[in-house]
């Protein structure tokens, strides 16, 4: 099973940011497809889901500037990143649960990427 997130970069507040998963090694449409974020010094935090239905789930701190997709025939999921501003520092990471509902605790998904990191300047 392989998770490849790839996208980040540094940017400037209000900037915005594509990021990319790919799925390799699972039945993708068994997933729901999760990203998290890890800051320095910080836990590691719930950003967004999307099953493979397409329902989604955001974290508040992100409502309104983030959206997540995927492609089910591409084994791939996307986090859109709008109006990033410096509190969105962090390593993003793209995750994998063996189920149809999501969740927002990293120790209900089965898989992990190794992350991508995105850096946004004042």
């Known amino acids: 099973v392989q998770l490849q997130a790839s996208g980040g970069g540094l940017v400037q507040t209000g900037a915005s940011l594509r990021l990319s998963c790919s799925a390799s090694g699972i039945t993708f449409r068994r997933y729901v497809m999760g990203w998290f974020r890890q800051a320095p010094g910080k836990e590691r935090e719930f950003v967004s889901a999307i099953t493979y239905g397409g329902i989604t789930k955001y974290a508040d701190s992100v409502k309104g500037r983030f959206d997540v997709s995927r492609d089910n025939a591409e084994n791939t999921a996307w986090l859109q990143m709008d109006n990033l501003e410096p509190g969105d520092t962090a390593v993003y990471y793209c995750?994998?649960?063996?189920?149809?509902?999501?969740?927002?605790?990293?120790?209900?998904?089965?898989?992990w990427g190794r992350g991508t990191q995105v850096t946004v300047s004042s």
């Open positions: 995750t994998a649960r063996t189920s149809f509902l999501s969740s927002r605790d990293p120790n209900d998904y089965n898989y």
